[in-house]
């Protein structure tokens, strides 16, 4: 449920299919993860699971993978 | 028409250069009498979107589209963020630079920090000359009282923005930019939203600024911080060897 919520947050911010959400997604490795790009997502996340992002957390969220680490700081298993 | 013997592209990239801004009320053939007059080795044409007979008179003359160059414009109403924008911003300071922080920008320039300009995706140039262009147009402005600031996260720089007021009470920052824009996500809106505090607190009227078209990320930020565009051109250069 949890990884559904979070795959449709990427999938909708940044106009991906399911099958290009994988390990090699990372912060500027497609045009639409840019800086804009990057704070649509984290808004998604926010209002997706409800929570608010610390700003460390903000800047770090630099991949796919990397973003399931963070929101398991929030008590939020992926 | 307007046409500049750009002098200074000699010291910068070591060619003679000339630019002509064609306008509006500006014929096809006096733009093609200008055009086979010229003869410096760096040749740019700036063409006021709209107009295909002058695209086709000077691609005719053999100049080559490289990009379109877009005059953004903020009025400085309206600034304040919401959510999570404005979280990110104020955990963020900026400050004038000391000489430190100086000396790192000018070494974060040579190594190549602005990379979709005409000059860096133009063949004919290297990226070093690419970067010597921008250190010496920055020297130039400090010199006429451009003043440069850091952007600080936690008290470490992430970014800069380089300060110049104009004459008609506004300003125009005409270099900004990311230390790390890979290992940083998110920190281009706040070091717009910077410059817009700092020329809100200098009671400035307005920003005005020049961007590329090769530049999307830019050209976004810019939009999601309320700039609008005033004016586009299109610029076509030319390489004449003597």
């Known amino acids: ?78 | 028409m307007k046409i500049v013997d750009a002098f200074w592209e000699k010291r910068n990239l070591g060619v003679t250069c000339v630019e002509v801004t064609i306008e509006e009320s500006d014929t096809v053939a006096e733009v093609d009498a200008v055009l086979s007059a010229l003869d410096s080795q760096y040749q740019v044409i700036k063409i006021p979107v709209g107009h295909y007979d002058l695209m086709a008179t000077v691609e005719k003359a053999g100049f080559s589209f490289i990009e379109g160059s877009m005059n953004v414009v903020h009025h400085l109403k309206n600034i304040e963020l919401q959510g999570i924008q404005k979280r990110l911003n104020d955990s963020m300071s900026y400050e004038e630079m000391q000489q430190e922080d100086i000396v790192r920008l000018y070494a974060e320039i040579e190594k190549g920090v602005f990379v979709t300009d005409r000059i860096y995706l133009d063949p004919a140039f290297t990226k070093a000359q690419a970067a010597h262009r921008y250190f010496n147009w920055l020297s130039d402005e400090v010199k006429r009282g451009a003043q440069l600031y850091k952007v600080l996260y936690k008290g470490a720089p992430v970014g800069f923005f380089i300060f110049k007021e104009t004459t008609a009470g506004g300003c125009y920052p005409f270099l900004s930019g990311l230390y790390d824009s890979v290992t940083t996500p998110g920190l281009g809106n706040v070091v717009l939203h910077k410059i817009i505090e700092e020329a809100s607190r200098r009671g400035m009227k307005f920003i005005s600024s020049y961007i590329s078209t090769n530049n999307m990320p830019v050209i976004k930020v810019h939009i999601s911080e309320g700039f609008t565009i005033a004016q586009v051109n299109y610029v076509y250069i030319k390489h004449r060897s003597h």
Do not use: C
């Open chain 1, 1 to 78: 449920m949890n990884l559904e919520k979070y795959d449709k947050a990427f999938i909708a911010a940044f106009d991906l299919s399911a099958s290009e959400l994988n390990s090699e997604l990372v912060y500027q490795s497609i045009p639409a993860w840019d800086s804009v790009g990057h704070m649509t997502l984290m808004s998604m996340l926010e209002e997706a699971f409800d929570i608010m992002l610390d700003t460390d957390d903000i800047i770090e969220f630099s991949s796919y993978e990397k973003g399931k680490q963070i929101l398991g700081k929030y008590k939020i298993e992926l």
